[in-house]
């Protein structure tokens, strides 16, 4: 049985129709984590961030502002993929959980499956292309390359 999923959500369709399935996986199992996770980045230049327990207090305005609205759009977005997949869990004992994170896509999807212990990520296809998808680094391939665990890609 598969204990943890983690999904990346990044408000896509793609990305929603993998929170669904991880429900629907997590639904056959009872028990459980599925985590959903998303990735931001702001237009400042976060380098002070060093995770959660970061004090705001410290960094400057206008960096404040673009990191609250980043960390909003996030939980925005997961909060959209939660109702969907509450109503799959609807009675089961499956724990949801949300995690808004920043920094490089692939990479923090990549730690965050390591530091939950992860069975299975799963996470939508952006469909660029080969082409495109090469010359801008598709995220998926670079965790499809850099992780331990199994990697799903929904369409």
């Known amino acids: 049985m598969i204990q943890h999923i983690l999904v990346a959500v990044d408000g896509s369709p793609f990305s929603f129709r993998a929170a669904k399935l991880g429900a629907k996986i997590m639904h056959r199992n009872v028990t459980g984590t599925l985590t959903l996770l998303y990735i931001t980045k702001t237009q400042a230049d976060l380098e002070w961030f060093k995770g959660p327990g970061t004090s705001l207090e410290k960094v ?67 469909g660029m292309g080969t082409i495109k998808g090469a010359l801008l680094g598709s995220v998926s391939q670079k965790v499809l390359n850099n992780t331990k665990c199994p990697v799903l890609i929904v369409k």
């Open 60 to 126: 400057p305005a206008d960096e404040r502002r673009a990191l609250e609205e980043a960390f909003k759009k996030g939980q925005d977005i997961l909060k959209e993929a939660q109702v969907t997949c509450q109503a799959l869990l609807k009675g089961e004992a499956v724990r949801l959980e949300t995690v808004v994170v920043f920094g490089d896509p692939a990479q923090q999807i990549i730690e965050t499956a390591e530091k939950k212990h992860s069975e299975i990520i799963l996470m939508g296809s952006r």
